[in-house]
């Protein structure tokens, strides 16, 4: 089935920035929301920031002023803007599309990428 490919992560100073990618191919459905999520060691998945296709973005509270989610439903790609990094956000970072066969639908079908290691040292 379809997976979404991630990149962009690596280790940065804290203070520094990233930009994560990810982008699902080989199907025709687009998204109607895109998600990315995080997980630390020894800790559960926790949403970090969500946008739907109609451009409406939410984030968690640990990353609001510093993250940047944007991206383009229709070609089911999205970015994650993470600027002031500090070393708790320190995780991999996944993303999640809800694909759709079409706008409006009720079926959604989750696709998710593979992880991308996010490493802020202090």
């Known amino acids: 089935q379809v997976q979404a490919v991630e990149s962009g992560g690596g280790l940065v100073q804290a203070g520094g920035s990233l930009r994560l990618s990810c982008a699902a191919s080989?199907?025709?459905?687009?998204?109607?929301?895109m998600d990315w999520y995080r997980q630390a060691p020894g800790k559960q998945r926790e949403l970090v920031a969500t946008i739907t296709s109609a451009g409406t973005t939410n984030y968690a509270d640990s990353v609001k002023g510093r993250f940047t989610i944007s991206g383009d439903s229709a070609k089911n790609t999205v970015f994650l803007q993470m600027n002031h990094l500090k070393p708790e956000d320190t995780a991999v970072y996944y993303c999640n599309l809800k694909l759709t066969p079409y706008r409006g639908s009720n079926r959604e079908y989750d696709c998710w990428g593979q992880g991308t290691q996010v490493t802020v040292s202090s």
């Open positions: 080989g199907t025709i459905f687009s998204s109607n929301r």
